[in-house]
């Protein structure tokens, strides 16, 4: 379950992220749309370039060592989202938490359907649709009250949804002894 949880967590950031981008990069900075779509782009490749590493992210921690340091990832880029909502109003104060935020995503989601499924060999199909289904339930109903609730042309969505999803997980996890 706390890998099904970390998955959703990790892709509600990003869900959250694509739905307030938007707002905050075209509607607070006049971006263009071509210069929206250059810039929100750049998560993808960190996402992409972080992924690409897992392999060796999974050697050197573990599965529960990725899932942990990818939520403590996301809770910091969420924290510096806060931090830049209160004390710093500017595009790189917005963008740099995204891309520590989209490192911490591609931890995670290297090795959350593993941890989660290892189990459930016999029933592989079963188990599967029903961790797609459940983080993706969380995700959206989460990730949606995120962005409704909160003021949607500022980072508050995806600060406070990676803050708590992030400690959720992180207290669930502490509960499981260390791997690495």
């Not at 869900?15 to 075209?26: D, N, T």
């Not at 921690?61 to 510096?80: D, H, K, N, T, W």
């Amino acid at each position: 379950w706390t890998y099904t949880l970390g998955y959703g967590v990790a892709m509600g950031t990003f869900f959250v992220y694509f739905s307030i981008a938007p707002r905050i990069l075209i509607g607070r900075y006049g971006f263009s749309p071509i210069g929206f779509s250059l810039l929100f782009g750049t998560v993808a490749l960190v996402l992409i370039a972080v992924a690409r590493s897992s392999g060796r992210l999974l050697e050197r921690y573990g599965q529960p060592g990725c899932l942990r340091r990818g939520m403590a990832i996301i809770a910091v880029g969420a924290a510096a989202l806060a931090a830049r909502e209160m004390l710093l109003d500017s595009v790189l104060g917005f963008m740099l938490p995204a891309w520590l935020i989209a490192v911490g995503i591609a931890m995670t989601v290297s090795v959350s359907a593993n941890g989660a499924l290892a189990s459930f060999s016999a029933i592989a199909g079963t188990s599967t649709a029903l961790y797609y289904a459940l983080s993706s339930f969380f995700l959206v109903g989460t990730g949606t009250l995120a962005v409704v609730l909160l003021p949607g042309a500022t980072a508050w969505p995806l600060a406070v949804y990676g803050l708590l999803g992030a400690a959720l997980v992180l207290t669930l996890l502490s509960r499981h002894p260390r791997e690495r």
